[in-house]
């Protein structure tokens, strides 16, 4: 390797450091063929990259948090997709996005309600004369007959 293409190129563990993810990751991501490093040294097997491969580290991460898998990553970043795969796979993430949007705000309205019948309902003075096994069964009830539950599991048997 030359001398002046060392202070251009970064050793895997300062990239990792940089992009905040380790090296067991970036060799993973090495494996995938996800970013791959733009010269190993034969003798040392020192992987070094690129300064712009961060940027494919950071594209790579916020794609993982959009939740795209790996080799869906791949297939974007490599470019081996149309355009009509690739806003295909977009929407798909978006909706399912929107799945969780829509589970979670349901999740919070059930918390909710059950949080106001049990300090402020009726329920909440039955509950003060149980035991506590009397009261883990009647909050497990309130919790599986709840409207948005029984919503929810309605949802998820007909996506089957």
């Known amino acids: 390797m030359e001398k002046d293409s060392e202070f251009q190129l970064l050793k895997i563990g300062e990239l990792a450091a940089i992009a905040g993810v380790s090296v067991k990751a970036l060799r993973v991501y090495e494996k995938k063929k996800v970013i ?8 040392t097997g020192y992987r070094y990259y690129s300064a712009d ?5 950071e594209a790579l991460l916020e794609l993982q948090d ?26 798909t993430k978006e909706e399912g996005l929107r799945e969780i949007i829509w589970k979670t705000e349901s999740k ?14 009726k329920e909440a003075d ?26 929810q599991t309605l949802s998820d048997v007909l996506w089957l």
Do not use: H
């Open 66 to 91: 959009m939740g795209f898998s790996l080799n869906e990553i791949s297939k974007l970043l490599s470019g081996d997709c149309s355009k009509d795969e690739m806003y295909e796979m977009f929407v």
């Open 53 to 57: 491969q961060l940027k494919l580290v």
């Open 108 to 121: 919070i309205n059930e918390l909710n309600d059950l949080k106001y019948k049990m300090t402020e309902g």
């Open 36 to 43: 791959v490093p733009v010269e190993v040294d034969e003798e």
């Open 126 to 151: 039955k509950m003060k004369e149980m035991s506590d096994e009397e009261r883990a069964w009647y909050l497990a009830k309130l919790i599986k007959v709840s409207e948005e539950n029984v919503r």
